[in-house]
């Protein structure tokens, strides 16, 4: 999904670019020109500037969105691991297989994908648990290797690896933090800009 949310504001990027790039392109009409020494009027001077700005805002609240949505992951799986992690079930699982290959993302793009396979043992009781598109690093090489895991009282089978966990946030935390930084940024210069040309408009006029 936030993968989707950046395209679309390539995408509108790339739009806006084009649209002017046209406009300065294309043949104005006798009308539209101003003539010698004539001067556009605020208020079409400032219909101009809000038209301008809207794009800009347009890919800001996109970029607002992805870097939440990234920051929110991280907290949601940190949150969740800490509460099976604060039960003290301790469990040593053992990397059993390792799965690695390529999938197709929203974007249309492929993408390297690890699954890891590991199993653990309760009570005399076998379990198998699978890490999902991974984070944490393992190979072939690892297999038979421990992990530390904690695993629900209530639910043995629900279980978190904490190495993974911090791996993931260690990822998606600071993503989204430049990524909600980066329209912040933005809007913070477009508004010292405009503050400072209406207010040396102001004083030119005055």
Known sequence: MVYLMLAVAVVVIVQCVTKR???????KNAEDIPAVGEVCSPDVQ???KKGGILPVLYICLILWLCGLALIGG????????EAIKSQGNRA?????RVSEYEVYDEDGDLRDVRDIYIAYELHGEAYKY???DAYMCASENDIGEPVESYYDGENPAVITVPENVESKVSVKL?????????PTGLILFFGIRYRMEKRSRVNRDG
Do not use: D, H, M
Not at 21 to 27: D, L, V
Not at 74 to 81: G, M
Not at 92 to 96: G, L
């Open 92 to 96: 040593t699982a053992y990397i059993t």
């Open 130 to 132: 699978v890490i999902k």
């Open 21 to 27: 790039k046209k406009q300065a392109e294309s043949p």
């Open 174 to 182: 600071p993503l989204g933090i430049v990524i909600f930084c980066i």
């Open 74 to 81: 991280a907290y949601k799986s940190k949150k969740e691991s």
């Open 46 to 48: 400032e219909t101009r």
